[in-house]
């Protein structure tokens, strides 16, 4: 996924913000090195539906006079709708009662998590699918949790009861172009909550310059697996020069196997995973995670 603040547009020219119900639109997707003139005009942001324009406007140009690359604007609007995707907005979405909150948990524009996923759910393997020559196996990633606070009202000092789930990264990689502007809230056992938008925090394991003891959403090249007796470990791609000697994702073996992150198989895959982050000799490495934590 591209490091722009908003890494793709939707174009559609035949939908009319005014005229058509969002249901309607045409969700064609377009990063900025794809433009074309004749998209002018027809380019919306996939969070809040507002018109973009492509800067610079010359699709012959794919840098700016400023040396950085070609990407996505919205249009200047005093009436604009809250976007988390436009310059400096980084409080998130308020919304007026809890009716309208659990609205937004419905049509999947708000997601709120309990919990990830600690053993595989029992669940039966589809058929070959895409050339494969073992079944691949899919499950249902994630399940009801219990309702939790969070304080998202337009009323300062104001919280909401809402309904969470217990999920899994692999769910969030479903529709992770969509999920990649969805704000996640995460709320622990002790009721802390904690905000993500994967556009902003998801990071790759090369920019680590520390132990991170908050969980965070990371991803990175798979290089080589190992398996132990219990579970195995994942060598992840570094890059030149070295930010440090390694890093390592741990799984247990009873996860690996089935997630299919195993030698001769997942090399050169990405994998994602939500986890704090532990100094290991010269290197970083994750403790060994759980169904839910991680996914290819």
Sequence with gaps: MSGRRIAYAYFDPKWDRMVHPIAQLVRAEVEPLDYQIMMKDHLICPQCYEPLIRV???????????????????????????????????IGKKYNNEEDAKKAIED???IVISGFMQDRPENSPREDFDGENNPLETHYESKHGRV??????????????????????????VNFRQNYYREIHIV????????HLLCDSLKNINDINGEVNCPNFY??????????MNHTTIWL???NPRPFSD?????????????????????????????????????????????GEIAL
């Design 56 to 90: 610079p406007t010359d699709p012959k140009l794919t840098v700016m006079a400023d040396g950085k690359e070609a990407l996505f604007r919205h249009l200047p609007s005093e009436d604009a709708p809250y976007c988390l995707l436009r310059s400096g907005a980084t």
């Design 108 to 110: 999947e524009d708000l």
């Design 148 to 173: 939790v606070e969070l304080p998202i009202s337009r009323h300062n000092g104001q919280t909401f009861k809402l309904p969470s789930k217990i999920t899994s990264v692999q769910s969030l990689c």
């Design 188 to 195: 622990d056992e002790a009721g802390k909550v904690t905000k």
């Design 219 to 228: 991803f990175g090249e798979i290089v080589s697996i190992d398996k132990h």
């Design 237 to 239: 791609k570094m890059k």
């Design 247 to 291: 890093f390592r994702v741990r799984v247990w073996n009873k996860v690996a196997e089935p997630r299919r992150m195993v030698k001769g198989v997942a090399e050169g895959r990405i994998v994602l995973f939500y986890s704090p982050i532990e100094s290991v000799g010269s290197g970083f490495w994750t403790g060994k995670l759980n169904w």
